[in-house]
């Protein structure tokens, strides 16, 4: 497996608490365009800040800074619209976008315990 080297260090993990979430701009805007789950001590589910439901897909997910999660912080909860979605997969499980997904990118966490990102690294579901 080849060594990636175009990543950019996003935070350590130990910044992210156990099941909670925080966004990150990846561009010239301020608002947060991925954001990130921390789904176990060591493990981290990434997407892009984006619903999937139609004519929602520009609206942030996050209901307040960093706030992507329920309040019991099992789900992502769509601020726009209360969709929920699975942490680790994205697939949305109730809402009016039930069977779609969000669009997931490539966060690692290095050997160093950050979270590294690979931009272009986005992959549409359906």
């Keep these: 497996m080849a060594i990636r080297t175009d990543g950019i260090t996003l935070c350590a993990l130990d910044d992210i608490p156990l ?36 004519g929602y897909e520009h609206a942030s997910m996050a209901w307040k800074k960093d706030a992507f999660l329920d309040g019991s912080g099992q789900f992502i909860k769509c601020g726009s619209h209360g969709a929920l979605f699975e942490r680790n997969t994205g697939l949305c499980i109730s809402g009016p976008c039930k069977g779609t997904h969000l669009t997931p990118v490539q966060v690692e966490i290095n050997s160093h315990g950050d979270l590294v990102w690979y931009p272009g690294s986005e992959t549409k579901r359906a």
């Excluded at 561009?27 to 892009?48: D, L, M, P």
Aim: with cysteine.
């Design 19 to 54: 099941n909670t979430s925080k966004g990150f701009s990846t561009g010239a805007q301020q608002a947060a365009s991925i954001f990130v789950v921390r789904t176990g001590h060591s493990s981290i589910a990434a997407f892009r800040n984006s619903c999937p439901h139609k």
